[in-house]
């Protein structure tokens, strides 16, 4: 249970850090509404990964025991998708967007948050590989509520320290010039537990060809 929560953590970590629209809201709310703007803005943001954690996580357990052999493909699929991250990341280490935010209330601010991840499609395609690709056939309870937390409180760990570090305005031209390097170490990430994941999957696969042969 701990390697795959750890699996999780890494995978997700990888994610959370590289830059992207939820580093970019929260950083931009941090040097121009405040700090607890910033702050309320992350935990919206985490709200809406613990959403799409526990939709992937009943999902795919759901699916895993009515169809048990759907666990390779969806594994295939997930390491797969982990090595068109990294390949995306080390192309391009920046995602932009145009954020234009001034939060005006704590509503507001967290309202911001959520809506930023749950409105974007590739955050559920995203967990639904992790889960995939890390979980056994079988997770059980604690498994599921252990990864959910893991991503839930990762999140608010993360934004928390951007919310605090983003507020001081010499740090924001310090990240720019270093965000192509924590790109390319997040894709690195990816490229090596997607190829780890894939390699895993194809000898599991011959593992239950020879079972079924004989």
Request: glycine share 8%.
């Amino acid at each position: 249970m701990l390697s795959t929560l750890l699996t999780v953590w890494l995978l997700y970590l990888g994610a959370m850090v590289s830059p992207g629209p939820n580093i970019l809201l929260v950083s931009q709310l941090a040097a121009s509404a405040g700090r607890r703007s910033a702050w309320l803005a992350g935990l919206g943001v985490a709200f809406g990964a613990g959403v799409w954690a526990a939709c992937a996580v009943l999902g795919v357990h759901a699916l895993f025991l009515a169809f048990p052999r759907l666990r390779l493909a969806l594994q295939l699929v997930g390491a797969l998708y982990l090595l068109y991250i990294a390949t995306r990341l080390w192309r391009s280490s920046a995602a932009s967007a145009g954020f234009h935010a001034s939060a005006r209330s704590p509503w507001v601010a967290f309202r911001m948050g959520a809506l930023t991840n749950l409105t974007n499609p590739k955050a559920a395609l995203f967990f639904g590989s992790v889960f995939a690709a890390s979980f056994p056939a079988r997770p059980s309870a604690m498994l599921q509520l252990g990864s959910i937390a893991v991503v839930v409180l990762s999140a608010i760990g993360w934004y928390t320290l951007l919310s605090f570090v983003f507020s001081r305005n010499a740090v924001i031209q310090r990240y720019a010039r270093v965000s192509s390097l924590i790109g390319r170490v997040a894709a690195a990430c990816f490229g090596a537990i997607g190829v780890s994941m894939l390699y895993g999957t194809v000898r599991e696969a011959r593992s239950q060809l020879v079972t079924s042969d004989a």
